[in-house]
T-cell receptor, first 116, second 112 residues
Framework: EAEVAQSPRYKITEKSQAVAFWCDPI?????LYWYRQILGQGPELLVQ????????DSQLPKDRFSAERLKGVDSTLKIQPAELGDSAMYLC??????????????FGPGTRLLVL | AQSVTQLDSHVSVSEGTPVLLRCNYS??????LFWYVQHPNKGLQLLLK??????LVKGINGFEAEFKKSETSFHLTKPSAHMSDAAEYFC??????????FGDGTTLTVKP
């Protein structure tokens, strides 16, 4: 069964350093999502791509976070500089089209980030 | 606007007894509703979803949920808990394409 791949699975960094996370969605899925999940809370959408275009980045802290999906396939989420409050699980998800509310989103295993 | 409230942050049951995880939602229109499960340090796995067809939805691993519009609820149930059901459960409401709102989660503990 096809899965969403993410790497690394765990990342420890010091504040003010740069970090990057990678996501490879299920083949053929046009829509890709990055979520942040703080411990004890549900995931919150950071950015949504439709192919290579950003559809929604209203919750992305653009002063330090950036995301790209250059060829409309895999994606990279970057934080520079990292802050203590960025410690969280970063989840990537994908869906086939992204145009219907009932469409299932498939999640990767996540990247656990710890900022010291 | 849409929101979702999971009424219990923690639920503890004994193995073999029923499970009830409660979820209330708020939305301007008829939403799509989902339940996901998350095991420690893992991603989210879809258990089931409601998409305006049958109000009683059956999912994987023996879970089911009933959509009650009058009560704006979408509670998750399972007749008999198994040790492997211990995990975090998230109720999700979605109106617009891709814009999902997650509850804060319910931690299910299953005692032997």
């Amino acid at each position: 069964e096809a899965e969403v791949a993410q790497s690394p699975r765990y990342k420890i960094t010091e504040k003010s350093q740069a970090v990057a996370f990678w996501c490879d969605p299920i083949s053929g899925h046009a829509t890709l999502y990055w979520y942040r999940q703080i411990l004890g809370q549900g995931p919150e959408l950071l950015v949504q791509f439709q192919d290579e275009s950003v559809v929604d980045d209203s919750q992305l802290p653009k002063d330090r976070f950036s995301a790209e999906r250059l060829k409309g396939v895999d994606s990279t989420l970057k934080i520079q500089p990292a802050e203590l409050g960025d410690s969280a699980m970063y989840l990537c998800a994908s869906s086939f089209v992204g145009g219907a509310p009932q469409e299932t989103q498939y999640f990767g295993p996540g990247t656990r980030l710890l900022v010291l | 606007a849409q929101s979702v409230t999971q009424l219990d942050s923690h639920v503890s049951v004994s193995e073999g007894t029923p499970v009830l995880l409660r979820c209330n939602y708020s939305s301007s229109y008829s939403p799509s509703l989902f339940w996901y499960v998350q095991h420690p340090n893992k991603g989210l796995q879809l258990l089931l979803k409601y998409t305006s067809a049958a109000t009683l939805v059956k999912g994987i691993n023996g879970f089911e949920a009933e959509f009650k519009k009058s009560e704006t609820s979408f509670h998750l149930t399972k007749p008999s808990a198994h040790m492997s059901d211990a995990a975090e459960y998230f109720c999700v409401v979605r109106l617009n394409a891709g814009k999902s709102t997650f509850g804060d989660g319910t931690t299910l503990t299953v005692k032997p």
